[in-house]
């Protein structure tokens, strides 16, 4: 379990920027430690906990890079077309022999080179007429050859510890002959609901209750990014009961996450609930939607309290859990990096907060992409997740957005 101290979140401002929660995660969570090794088939999606050293080179031999004909440079005619026999035949896969000086050999993309040749034709670019190959001039020597280890030599860092795997990661894990990468095991992650008015789905809803989304929100995004998340259902506005329900999962977990309960109303009983059997930064973000957002520790286990709106839940989950989960497998901080896009649409704000805007993308008159922010505003709304394809991401200093501004935009899966 995550062993952290008291104060490890402790922060005494009045508003937390979003960069500011990223590097303070960064630089006071440790990894858990504990790993496993994992066959290339379960690794996609998993945080890598030992550097992976090239154990052979790659390419492992020097092989041609097209369909063609190999030669030795050097029997090539330096101010004309070159005319040599044909001798021997290299297939991918297959053998091969010593070139024979002053000939040239049919060989295949990916096949061995033959010992002694250095440059390969492509075979569009060459004439055959009666067991001769005619070569243009002005080829340079090594051309559409792939030497050993030009890809990755022997011994060189192939793939660094704490990158989340990709499929390209694993590809390459593949083609050095790696079987299993130790990778960090699954963060082992509490998450609850909070408040009265929640019923599970499934449930009998009375009038004055609404469906939990949030906790299956939670739960889908947690799942994406390799952690082992638990519903642990709904809690009621009760401090004593919060108190009790958080203690014991502090025990059992890596990381707890709750939704709702997090703001200063009288029902909202998550701080003095988290205090009262545990340290609490009660952090006041400077980011819209989502301001009100609690993080801490508790017996030793972080603790992030998100917004009950599902807007304000997935941004802020973006910015505080997923980067702390990911600290506790051992992975740096995601980088968001905006692709710049043309706004279509008008839009004020406050300064000294960072605010997101949903967005869809289209193309405009002129075949630029441009971002189309959906019509409706509100924290609670769901369907401006599922109708739209990312944030326009607005910083601190922008306090107005004209249509034709270029803008930021994140897509959804760039924060999951």
Same mark, same amino acid.
């Given at each position: 379990?995550?062993?952290?101290?008291?104060?490890?979140?402790?922060?005494?401002?009045?508003?937390?920027?979003?960069?500011?929660?990223?590097?303070?995660?960064?630089?006071?969570?440790?990894?858990?430690?504990?790993?496993?090794?994992?066959?290339?088939?379960?690794?996609?999606?998993?945080?890598?906990?030992?550097?992976?050293?090239?154990?052979?080179?790659?390419?492992?031999?020097?092989?041609?890079?097209?369909?063609?004909?190999?030669?030795?440079?050097?029997?090539?005619?330096?101010?004309?077309?070159?005319?040599?026999?044909?001798?021997?035949?290299?297939?991918?896969?297959?053998?091969?022999?010593?070139?024979?000086?002053?000939?040239?050999?049919?060989?295949?993309?990916?096949?061995?080179?033959?010992?002694?040749?250095?440059?390969?034709?492509?075979?569009?670019?060459?004439?055959?007429?009666?067991?001769?190959?005619?070569?243009?001039?002005?080829?340079?020597?090594?051309?559409?050859?792939?030497?050993? *280890?030009?890809?990755? =030599?022997? &011994?060189?860092? %192939?793939?660094?510890?704490?990158?989340? @795997?990709?499929?390209?990661? +694993? $590809?390459?894990?593949?083609?050095?002959?790696?079987?299993?990468?130790?990778?960090?095991?699954?963060?082992?992650?509490?998450?609850?609901?909070?408040?009265?008015?929640?019923?599970?789905?499934?449930?009998?809803?009375?009038?004055?209750?609404?469906?939990?989304?949030?906790?299956?929100?939670?739960?889908?995004?947690?799942?994406?990014?390799?952690?082992?998340?638990?519903?642990?259902?709904?809690?009621?506005?009760?401090?004593?009961?919060?108190?009790?329900?958080?203690?014991?999962?502090?025990?059992?977990?890596?990381?707890?996450?709750?939704?709702?309960?997090?703001?200063?109303?009288?029902?909202?009983?998550?701080?003095?609930?988290?205090?009262?059997?545990?340290?609490?930064?009660?952090?006041?973000?400077?980011?819209?939607? *989502?301001?009100?957002? =609690?993080? &801490?520790?508790? %017996?030793?286990?972080?603790?992030?309290? @998100?917004?009950?709106?599902? +807007? $304000?839940?997935?941004?802020?989950?973006?910015?505080?859990?997923?980067?702390?989960?990911?600290?506790?497998?051992?992975?740096?901080?995601?980088?968001?990096?905006?692709?710049?896009?043309?706004?279509?649409?008008?839009?004020?704000?406050?300064?000294?907060?960072?605010?997101?805007?949903?967005?869809?993308?289209?193309?405009?008159?002129?075949?630029?992409?441009?971002?189309?922010?959906?019509?409706?505003?509100?924290?609670?709304?769901?369907?401006?997740?599922?109708?739209?394809?990312?944030?326009?991401?607005?910083?601190?200093?922008?306090?107005?957005?004209?249509?034709?501004?270029?803008?930021?935009?994140?897509?959804?899966?760039?924060?999951?």
């Amino acid at each position: 379990m995550a062993q952290l101290s008291d104060d490890c979140f402790a922060f005494g401002g009045a508003l937390l920027a979003v960069e500011d929660a990223v590097a303070l995660i960064a630089s006071r969570v440790r990894p858990i430690g504990r790993t496993v090794l994992a066959p290339l088939t379960q690794a996609d999606g998993r945080v890598l906990s030992a550097d992976l050293f090239a154990p052979i080179p790659l390419p492992p031999f020097t092989n041609s890079a097209v369909d063609g004909y190999a030669v030795r440079h050097a029997d090539l005619q330096p101010d004309g077309a070159t005319t040599l026999p044909l001798s021997g035949r290299v297939e991918a896969g297959a053998r091969a022999g010593a070139h024979v000086a002053g000939a040239a050999a049919r060989i295949f993309t990916g096949a061995l080179m033959p010992e002694g040749a250095d440059t390969v034709f492509m075979q569009e670019d060459v004439r055959v007429e009666d067991g001769r190959v005619i070569l243009p001039q002005g080829l340079k020597r090594g051309a559409n050859v792939r030497p050993a *280890g030009e890809d990755i =030599a022997r &011994g060189a860092l %192939a793939i660094p510890k704490g990158r989340r @795997l990709k499929p390209q990661d +694993v $590809a390459l894990a593949a083609a050095l002959g790696v079987t299993q990468l130790e990778v960090a095991t699954p963060v082992r992650v509490a998450v609850f609901s909070t408040g009265n008015e929640l019923v599970s789905p499934g449930e009998d809803q009375a009038p004055p209750q609404i469906y939990d989304s949030n906790r299956f929100m939670l739960l889908a995004l947690l799942a994406r990014l390799g952690c082992e998340a638990h519903d642990l259902g709904i809690l009621r506005d009760d401090r004593d009961g919060l108190a009790h329900a958080l203690a014991g999962a502090a025990g059992r977990f890596d990381l707890i996450v709750t939704s709702g309960g997090v703001s200063t109303g009288e029902a909202d009983h998550v701080k003095a609930a988290v205090e009262s059997i545990g340290s609490l930064a009660f952090w006041r973000m400077a980011i819209k939607p *989502g301001r009100p957002v =609690a993080m &801490g520790v508790i %017996a030793g286990t972080p603790f992030v309290g @998100l917004p009950g709106n599902p +807007v $304000a839940s997935f941004v802020t989950q973006a910015y505080v859990v997923r980067p702390l989960a990911l600290a506790l497998m051992g992975a740096p901080a995601p980088a968001s990096l905006p692709v710049p896009v043309r706004a279509a649409f008008s839009y004020k704000k406050k300064t000294g907060r960072r605010e997101f805007v949903r967005v869809s993308l289209a193309r405009g008159a002129d075949g630029v992409v441009e971002a189309r922010k959906f019509p409706r505003e509100g924290a609670g709304l769901l369907s401006s997740l599922t109708e739209t394809q990312g944030l326009v991401e607005l910083s601190e200093d922008i306090t107005r957005v004209e249509p034709g501004q270029m803008v930021g935009f994140l897509d959804y899966a760039t924060l999951m």
